[in-house]
């Protein structure tokens, strides 16, 4: 039997997905088909991803899996970061899981807890008493030890009144546990890979080396729209605030352009400090102009949107953009032994240029002629100097009626 099952989870452990939760999906779904073979009567599977299982994510804390019969489907629960401010300390998860069926497997050294739910149950335990009420009869918490040696929790419940038979539960979940541990350690690996590149490099950039585009001198010719954008006032804000602060504010000006560019193929392919550098490939748009005008509506949405954060903050917050349109050189550039995925060549450094010129002309968005869309909206700036770059540069740009210096 444990052969059969090895081979049904290697199965699932290897289906191939840009959806970094496939891989737990599988996993569970192979449990479900498995307990259902072997007539054991379930109605929901949970199985929580946290750091006591191995799971790493940068902006997730927790995330809880869960198949029930009712609709044959797998919810995925996330719980971010920022709730465990609610229990400060070392100890907040500890804290948090008090309350929680799991809490006696994970810190007191218990194999599984049991808990029929046709009498009464703990009432610290919250989700003891949903599930009564959703007609739940029996329910178990089952230890699996993965193989860095952390401690995973599976839970199962049936609405059978007569609920599990734990001789048979306890054979089948034995034969499942090596080879359930061994397809779960897996999904986490590939997890934390593509979620760490995900979330470093860019959903673009982070498969592009995911795939294989990790060696030095690896590149491409990219045709892209290319945007720097600058938190105006940095410095005084930073004297202002402090550095803690400051931090903290950039992250929420950061969120709101992240806001704006989720509806768009734009990404953030780099921070420098308190600037962005945001690529457009051409590719990913129907034409030029698309690219002309998502560029444009990047730029005046994010400018709004920092605005208004600035005045519920009661800081003069304000960003620039600079844009250009052109063909960059794409992929891995560093020393032997630390790399970088970025873009580089003269139309980069135009971008770069651009924006450092918004200051000076008073507007929040400046752009260069191949960048400039079919739109009344944008002024000619004239022709300027920039450093670096030979000749005049010719210049357009939406107008900072309230500058942030």
Same mark, same amino acid.
């Given at each position: ?9 290697? &199965? ?30 379930? #109605?929901?599977? !949970? ?15 927790? &995330? ?29 998860? !500890? ?6 069926? +799991? +809490? ?15 009498? #009464?149950?703990?009432?610290? /335990? ?9 007609? $739940?009869?029996?329910? +178990? ?25 734990? !001789? ?24 934390? &890979? ?10 673009? @950039? ?23 954008? =600058? ?22 000006? %950061? ?22 550098? /945001? ?5 990913? %748009? ?43 050189? $794409? ?9 970088? %995925? ?22 929040? +968005?400046?752009?260069?002629? !191949?960048?400039?869309?079919? @739109?009344?909206? /944008? ?10 770059? =030979? ?10 009626? =309230?500058?942030?210096?």
């Amino acid at each position: 039997m444990r052969d059969s099952f090895a081979s049904r989870f290697r &199965a699932a452990s290897f289906v191939k997905s840009n959806n970094s939760w496939h891989g737990f999906h599988a996993v569970l779904r192979t449990c479900v088909d498995i307990f259902k073979e072997n007539n054991i009567p379930i #109605d929901r599977i !949970q199985i929580p991803l946290s750091k006591l299982s191995g799971f790493l994510h940068p902006t997730i804390q927790t &995330a809880i899996l869960t198949w029930t019969s009712h609709d044959d489907q797998i919810e995925l629960d996330i719980i971010p970061h920022d709730w465990l401010k609610i229990y400060p300390g070392p100890e907040s998860l !500890q804290e948090r899981l008090k309350n929680t069926p +799991y +809490y006696e497997i994970l810190f007191g050294g218990a194999v599984f807890t049991h808990y029929p739910l046709l009498a #009464d149950v703990p009432a610290h /335990i919250e989700i003891l008493g949903s599930l009564q009420q959703r007609g $739940y009869a029996d329910y +178990y918490a089952l230890k699996l030890e993965l193989q860095q040696g952390s401690i995973q929790v599976v839970s199962v419940a049936t609405k059978s009144q007569t609920g599990f038979d734990w !001789q048979v539960l306890s054979d089948v979940y034995q034969q499942l546990e090596p080879v359930l541990s061994l397809a779960l350690y897996a999904a986490y690996q590939t997890s934390v &890979a593509a979620e760490i590149a995900r979330t470093y490099l860019g959903d673009r @950039t982070g498969k592009r080396v995911l795939q294989g585009e990790i060696m030095r001198g690896v590149s491409t010719s990219l045709e892209a729209g290319i945007m720097f954008c =600058d938190l105006r006032g940095f410095t005084s804000l930073n004297l202002r605030l402090g550095a803690e602060k400051t931090v903290e504010v950039m992250n929420q000006v %950061f969120d709101k352009i992240g806001q704006v560019m989720e509806s768009s193929p734009a990404e953030i392919l780099k921070f420098i400090g308190d600037a962005l550098l /945001i690529v457009l490939p051409v590719s990913e %748009f129907v034409n030029l102009e698309e690219v002309k005008l998502c560029m444009l509506d990047l730029a005046t949405r994010s400018h709004a949107l920092v605005r208004d954060l600035g005045v519920s903050l009661d800081l003069p917050l304000s960003v620039g953009f600079g844009g250009h349109l052109g063909k960059v050189v $794409y992929g891995n550039v560093g020393t032997s032994s630390r790399f970088d %995925f970025t873009v580089m060549g003269p139309e980069v450094n135009l971008a770069a240029r651009l924006e450092s010129m918004c200051s000076q002309l008073n507007v929040f +968005y400046l752009m260069s002629s !191949q960048a400039l869309p079919a @739109t009344k909206l /944008i002024q000619n700036m004239g022709e300027h100097m920039l450093k670096g770059i =030979d000749k005049p540069v010719a210049m357009w740009g939406l107008v900072d009626d =309230d500058p942030q210096a």
